[in-house]
């Protein structure tokens, strides 16, 4: 098993940023794809960004130049740049985690591993 943990949510007035992190346990992390998705109240958990295990990425059209996710594999991170946010970038940020064979989906499908959130709030 695959442990997540999350970090730095918090409260942020339109057109600030902030910075997620998500550190995860196990012997592989070099080898996992990773990826960030989010839910806001009343909606179904969406996609935000992913990053494949050779650091190929890919985003939502909705955060599409003002998110990077990033990894460090020396600290077992995935990291969440955001930019510019807006009022609907409020939600809450769930880290999650694929093995190898499996790639991170943008549209639906499983996900082997995830975190517990994080609460993002932009203020209009």
């Known amino acids: 098993q695959v442990q997540l943990a999350e970090s730095g949510g918090g409260l942020v007035q339109a057109g600030g940023s902030l910075s997620l992190s998500c550190v995860a346990s196990?012997?592989?992390?070099?080898?996992?794809?990773l990826g960030w998705f989010r839910q806001a109240p009343g909606e179904e958990r969406e996609f935000v960004a992913r990053?494949?295990?050779?650091?190929?990425?890919s985003y939502a059209d909705s955060v599409k130049g003002r998110f990077t996710i990033s990894r460090d594999n020396a600290k077992n991170t995935v990291y969440l740049q955001m930019n510019s946010l807006k009022a609907e970038d409020t939600a809450v940020y769930y880290c999650?985690?694929?093995?190898?064979?499996?790639?991170?989906?943008?549209?639906?499908?499983?996900?082997?591993?995830w975190g517990q959130g994080t609460q993002v709030t932009v203020s209009s």
């Open positions: 999650a985690a694929n093995n190898l064979r499996n790639a991170i989906p943008m549209t639906g499908g499983n996900i082997d591993y």
């Open positions: 196990g012997r592989s992390f070099s080898t996992y794809n």
């Open positions: 990053i494949n295990w050779n650091r190929g990425t």
